[in-house]
T-cell receptor, first 116, second 113 residues
Framework: NAGVTQTPKFQVLKTGQSMTLQCAQDMNHNSMYWYRQDPGMGLRLIYYSASEGTTDKGEVPNGYNVSRLNKREFSLRLESAAPSQTSVYFC???????????????FGDGTRLSIL | SQKIEQNSEALNIQEGKTATLTCNYTNYSPAYLQWYRQDPGRGPVFLLLIRENEKEKRKERLKVTFDTTLKQSLFHITASQPADSATYLCALVAGGGADGLTFGKGTHLIIQP
């Protein structure tokens, strides 16, 4: 049972470089999310996708772009990485069959990203 | 904006005792509240969801209460075990539909043998 798979697990970038974080889920979930987790800040929502073909900004979207490639995959792109984007990035998914259902979210084990 | 407060200091509990974690929130009246467990180097794992019209929810040794008047949720682990040691996160729905969650910073629980 893979659940939510994130790649890569670790990455070091130089300031200004770009990269894409990959996320895939095999639970046939409609909704997918990207969070970042920083010491003393907790998890913060970057972007989410309620369903295939839609994406919306979360609390901290600046400096990021996302693509909901299909129902399984939701990628996060850093176009020009900055040291402030050093963080642990988590992808999550949930069933969310309709408004107000608020199903539990299933998380991957994260990508640890360092920007030098 | 929504603000969620959890004890930032670690909570040390003797094995076998009941551990009680607190989650307070402001500026919002959530219809749902969720609790997650996070182990070092891993993603959060869902534990329990409680709705605003539910005062209490239980699952095995876990119990969650939800007081919308006090804007507080309590998370209890009875007969605690060293394996319960982890960080526990409280989360509220940020908005309607499939919006993401707003998380507290978490409380680090240590169960001493």
């Amino acid at each position: 049972n893979a659940g939510v798979t994130q790649t890569p697990k670790f990455q070091v970038l130089k300031t200004g470089q770009s990269m894409t974080l990959q996320c895939a889920q095999d639970m046939n979930h409609n909704s997918m999310y990207w969070y970042r987790q920083d010491p003393g800040m907790g998890l913060r929502l970057i972007y989410y996708s309620a369903s295939e073909g839609t994406t919306d900004k979360g609390e901290v979207p600046n400096g990021y772009n996302v693509s909901r490639l299909n129902k399984r995959e939701f990628s996060l792109r850093l176009e020009s990485a900055a040291p402030s984007q050093t963080s642990v990035y988590f992808c999550a998914s949930s069933v969310d069959p309709g408004q107000g259902s608020h199903q539990p979210q299933h998380f991957g084990d994260g990508t640890r990203l360092s920007i030098l | 904006s929504q603000k969620i407060e959890q004890n930032s200091e670690a909570l040390n509990i003797q094995e076998g005792k009941t551990a009680t974690l607190t989650c307070n929130y402001t500026n919002y009246s959530p219809a749902y509240l969720q609790w997650y467990r996070q182990d070092p180097g891993r993603g959060p794992v869902f534990l329990l969801l409680i709705r605003e019209n539910e005062k209490e929810k239980r699952k095995e040794r876990l119990k969650v209460t939800f007081d919308t008047t006090l804007k507080q949720s309590l998370f209890h682990i009875t007969a605690s075990q060293p394996a319960d040691s982890a960080t526990y996160l409280c989360a509220l729905v940020a908005g309607g539909g499939a919006d993401g969650l707003t998380f507290g910073k978490g409380t680090h629980l240590i169960i001493q043998p």
